[in-house]
């Protein structure tokens, strides 16, 4: 089983629109939690930690659910510069490493 | 910008060759990781350097090596280069070892032929 799963998508969606997707991640002890935004052909960069309270930033809010091992992003009001890539990314205990998805991609259209 | 940088930008190799890459990270961060980053999937951690040592290893062969040196930059080393090794590689920096935040360079893509 992967470390971190991710539905590739991608979600095709309207501007203005709300969008949401998961990732599950499979180490239940894991403790830390991020959301990261790759735009085609840059670095990733950091979007947003995930606390187990839940957290917004902005129209971005990020839910844990440890008891499903999963961690959700939602976006609301989509602009045209949302559409990118949206890599989870957990951190493996008792190790530096940070465990990657392999992305869920938004394209939001005018 | 993250002040993470990473040179060269593209590079193109022949199978069997050796390549290094480099990456100077952000001011005032010791630790640097290092990733692969194939076509379609997320990066895959290779191994992590702080303050000159290496901190932790992904599943790749010991033809990836690595260095950091004493200003905490960092270079990436490939023997043996094979089709498959074609990606971006990133380094990403972080201000210490036990910090899972971290910021990224542009990377280097790395092509083989």
């Known amino acids: 089983r992967k470390e971190v799963e991710q539905d590739p998508g991608p979600f095709n969606v309207p501007e203005g629109a709300t969008v949401a997707f998961n990732c599950t991640y499979s180490?239940?002890?894991?403790?830390?939690f991020f959301w990261y935004r790759q735009d085609c052909r840059k670095e990733p960069k950091l979007l947003m930690s995930?606390?187990?309270s839940g957290n917004e930033d902005g129209r971005f809010t990020a839910q844990l659910n440890r008891a499903s091992q999963y961690i959700s992003l939602l976006i609301r009001d989509s602009k045209l510069s949302d559409s990118a890539t949206y890599l989870c990314?957990?951190?493996?205990?008792?190790?530096?490493?940070?465990?990657f998805g392999a992305g869920t991609t938004v394209t939001v259209r005018a | 910008e993250t002040g993470v940088t990473q040179s060269p930008t593209h590079l193109i190799k022949t199978r069997g060759q050796q390549v290094t890459l480099r990456c100077s990270s952000q001011?005032?961060?010791?630790?640097v990781s290092w990733y692969q980053q194939a076509l379609g999937q997320g990066p895959q951690f290779i191994f992590q350097?702080?303050?000159?040592?290496?901190?932790g290893r992904g599943n790749f062969p010991p033809r990836f090596s690595g260095l950091q040196f004493p200003n905490y930059s960092s270079e990436l080393n490939v023997n043996a280069l094979e089709l498959d090794d074609s990606a971006l590689y990133l380094c990403?920096?972080?201000?210490?070892?036990?910090?899972?935040?971290?910021?990224f360079g542009p990377g280097t893509r790395l092509t083989v032929t």
């Open positions: 990403a920096s972080s201000s210490n070892a036990g910090s899972y935040e971290q910021y």
């Open positions: 180490n239940s002890a894991s403790q830390s």
């Open positions: 995930v606390y187990s």
């Open positions: 990314v957990v951190n493996i205990p008792n190790d530096y490493k940070l465990s």
């Open positions: 001011s005032g961060h010791n630790t």
């Open positions: 350097y702080y303050r000159e040592e290496e901190n």
